[in-house]
């Protein structure tokens, strides 16, 4: 796993959303579909994510991404 990987979850058992550090207190994230990326955006990362992913990140993050990909979608 590449250590600048802070978060990852997968959808429907076949999307991965991941966020990956880019700069200090930045990330990016992405959700891809076999490797092909589908949707790309920078999102802050509180108190920089030091020791992993805070959890008002990762409820932000999923709603980032049910707000893109609609209600079908759900994390596992």
């Known amino acids: 796993m590449n250590t600048n990987v802070v978060w990852s979850e997968m959808l429907n058992n076949r999307f991965l959303v991941k966020v990956t550090r880019i700069a200090p207190y930045l990330a990016e ?3 891809t579909d076999k490797g092909v990326i589908l949707h790309q955006e ?8 030091t020791f992993g992913a805070d959890s008002e990140d990762i409820r932000s993050w999923r709603q980032a991404v ?11």
């Open 29 to 31: 994230l992405t959700v």
């Open 42 to 49: 920078d999102t802050p990362l509180t108190f920089d994510a």
């Open 66 to 76: 049910a707000g893109i990909f609609g209600d079908w979608i759900t994390c596992r």
